[in-house]
């Protein structure tokens, strides 16, 4: 996400992306959804859920 999104190399783990997944999940919990939009996939990352409709 890091090369993609900002182009800045990886230079280790400062929660970065962790923040802002977070940020994500709370905004669209929020809108009153029980449903998991966002996916941990452990080992990888995240990535969003193919089965909410």
Do not use: F, P
């Amino acid at each position: 996400m890091y090369e993609t999104i900002w182009g800045e190399e990886y230079l280790g783990d400062d929660n970065t992306i962790k923040t802002h997944i977070s940020n994500l999940r709370n905004k669209i919990k929020n809108g009153n959804t029980k449903e998991e939009y966002i996916e941990t996939v452990w080992g990888l990352g995240y990535r969003l859920n193919k089965s909410v409709k």
